[in-house]
């Protein structure tokens, strides 16, 4: 059971970014999930989510109007669009799948913002 993110690195001020999630070893499709963020001497926040009750996407404050999360089940990956990119979301991101009480985070992707 594993996560694997991808798509992070270096973008400009007002730019944008991808960043996918890849599950192997079991099915997202059952599964809430969601992105998370951590500054350097932050503490983790959550950016943004799907759960599995109503199906819709919910932004934390600092992404709303400017990421995108998504899913393909048929590729059991997850994704974050990150548009109009501002200094202040440097950060490690991370991905995570829930399903009842257990939990899985991935590794984590570095996305840096600045000119």
């Known amino acids: 059971v594993q996560l694997q993110a991808s798509g992070g690195g270096l973008a400009q001020p007002g730019g944008s970014l991808s960043l996918s999630c890849a599950a192997s070893?079991?099915?997202?499709?059952?599964?809430?999930i969601g992105w998370f963020r951590q500054a350097p001497g932050k503490e983790r926040e959550a950016v943004s989510c799907?759960?599995?009750?109503?199906?819709?996407?919910y932004y934390g404050n600092s992404a709303k109007g400017r990421f995108t999360i998504s899913r393909d089940n048929a590729k059991n990956t997850m994704y974050l669009q990150m548009n109009s990119l501002k200094p202040e979301d440097t950060a490690v991101y991370y991905c995570?799948?829930?399903?009842?009480?257990?939990?899985?985070w991935g590794r984590g992707t570095q996305v840096t913002v600045s000119s």
């Open positions: 799907i759960s599995t009750t109503d199906g819709r996407p």
């Open positions: 070893g079991y099915s997202l499709d059952e599964h809430a």
């Open positions: 995570k799948a829930v399903r009842g009480i257990t939990s899985s």
